[in-house]
């Protein structure tokens, strides 16, 4: 079944433990990202990339760190969690590179960060 | 500030009534996507219309594109309880990587 995974699916943490959110798709899609979703604000871009080793910053990056050494695997790193790091965060995955085509999301992990 | 933002941010209609919502975005777009969100779960996306496209269809979804006016419109018809949950638009522009989503529209079917 194609689908992109995330886990874990909650986690509640405290400030300064760094922790790491997976993210893995089984469709061969080269672009990835990460958003985060808060009430009111809708859906925010933290980073992407476009393939193997090329990533780059969204709308709110800070705080924040990924790689992508391999095409199926974009993990999001918060390197020293802050509570306004609380939130609801989903990747996704798509095809195309261009034109934003459409995006495949994974079930959401919802973070506490106390 | 958002580039989408849907209009209204809440609907509640009964089963079998017509659901209109609607999207509005201030700069040039070469697409415009709606998902839906089950209450805490991930997005599903619905549907894509291009810029040099007016309107579109899919099952019981109709999508219009006025891009004189920057805006948009999903269109559910004969709605379902199933249907209950948040609409998002979200734009894709220029060569940008990226999609910008809206803050949705929350839509309640009762029976």
């Known amino acids: 079944e194609a689908q992109v995974t995330q886990n874990p699916r909650y986690l509640i943490t405290v400030t300064g433990k760094k922790l790491t959110v997976t993210c893995s798709q089984n469709?061969?899609?080269?672009?990835m990202s990460w958003y985060r979703q808060d009430p009111g604000l809708g859906l925010r871009q933290i980073y992407y990339?476009?393939?193997?080793?090329?990533?780059d910053k969204g709308d709110v990056p800070e705080g924040y760190k990924v790689s992508r050494k391999e095409k199926r695997n974009f993990p999001l790193i918060l390197e020293s969690p802050s509570p306004n790091q609380t939130s609801l965060y989903f990747c996704?995955?798509?095809?195309?590179?261009?034109?934003?085509?459409?995006?495949?999301f994974g079930p959401g992990t919802r973070l506490t960060v106390l | 500030s958002q580039q989408g933002e849907e209009d209204p941010q809440a609907l509640s209609i009964q089963e079998g009534e017509n659901a209109t919502m609607n999207c509005s975005y201030k700069?040039?777009?070469?697409?415009l996507q709606w998902y839906r969100q089950n209450s805490g779960r991930g997005l599903v996306h619905l549907i894509l219309?291009?810029?040099?496209?007016r309107e579109k269809h899919s099952g019981r979804l109709r999508v219009t594109l006025d891009t004189s006016k920057k805006s948009s419109s999903l269109l559910i018809t004969a709605s379902r309880a199933a249907d209950t949950a948040s609409y998002f638009c979200?734009?894709?522009?220029?060569?940008?990587?990226?999609?910008?989503f809206g803050t949705g529209t929350r839509l309640q079917v009762t029976l």
């Open positions: 996704a995955s798509s095809f195309a590179r261009i034109l934003t085509d459409t995006q495949y």
């Open positions: 469709m061969n899609h080269e672009y």
């Open positions: 990339s476009m393939n193997v080793e090329v990533t």
């Open positions: 700069t040039s777009i070469n697409n």
């Open positions: 219309i291009r810029s040099n496209e």
């Open positions: 979200a734009t894709g522009t220029g060569t940008a990587s990226k999609l910008t």
